[in-house]
């Protein structure tokens, strides 16, 4: 089955490996980035009131830092938002996750003896919001275990995609698995 390559989406081929790289870039990104300059710029004021008066009390100033830790958290995700990429390189000897240029938790190798199986779940979110759904990429070992290769994709058409394309490199018959989408 033909599946089109998705937005956000580019298939290359590198040093003999393909690789399926992925843009985190989206539009929640710049919602995002102005609720960052927000919340950072009212720090910014609430810091140069309890610094620059000399009878400030001492809550003051220890009060907000969990805020700041919050604020310098959600600043480093939105840098990375604009600017990370994640290749999944698939070779004759492993299928690789690596986020770049900023460091990301989720980068693996997997060999390809480990991998029986690809398929895509949905994760459902219930926020004040409304709701809002993410897909991963999932690998079932020949042993029956599940492991998560990439996650955190906001478009089904992106897992679909990466599911079938490294099925398809690796000649994977594809197979149902309880839960796929």
Request: proline share 4%; net charge neutral; glycine share 8%.
């Amino acid at each position: 089955m033909h599946v089109p390559i998705p937005e956000n989406i580019e298939l290359v081929e590198e040093r003999g490996d393909l690789v399926i790289r992925r843009s985190w870039r989206g539009p929640h990104l710049w919602f995002l980035l102005l609720f960052c300059i927000i919340w950072n710029g009212f720090l910014v004021f609430w810091y140069s009131a309890a610094f620059g008066d000399s009878n400030a009390p001492l809550i003051m100033k220890l009060f907000p830092l969990g805020h700041v830790a919050v604020g310098v958290g959600l600043t480093y995700y939105v840098i990375a938002g604009f600017v990370n990429k994640t290749d999944i390189r698939i070779n004759p000897l492993k299928v690789s996750v690596l986020s770049y240029p900023m460091k990301w938790f989720g980068n693996k190798e997997v060999a390809i003896d480990d991998i029986k199986q690809l398929y895509t779940t949905e994760k459902i979110s219930n926020n004040k919001n409304g709701t809002s759904m993410s897909y991963t990429v999932n690998i079932l070992t020949p042993a029956g275990k599940q492991l998560k290769l990439i996650s955190g994709l906001q478009a089904k058409e992106q897992g679909i995609y990466i599911e079938k394309k490294i099925e398809e490199v690796l000649g994977i018959e594809d197979e149902a698995v309880a839960g796929e989408v």
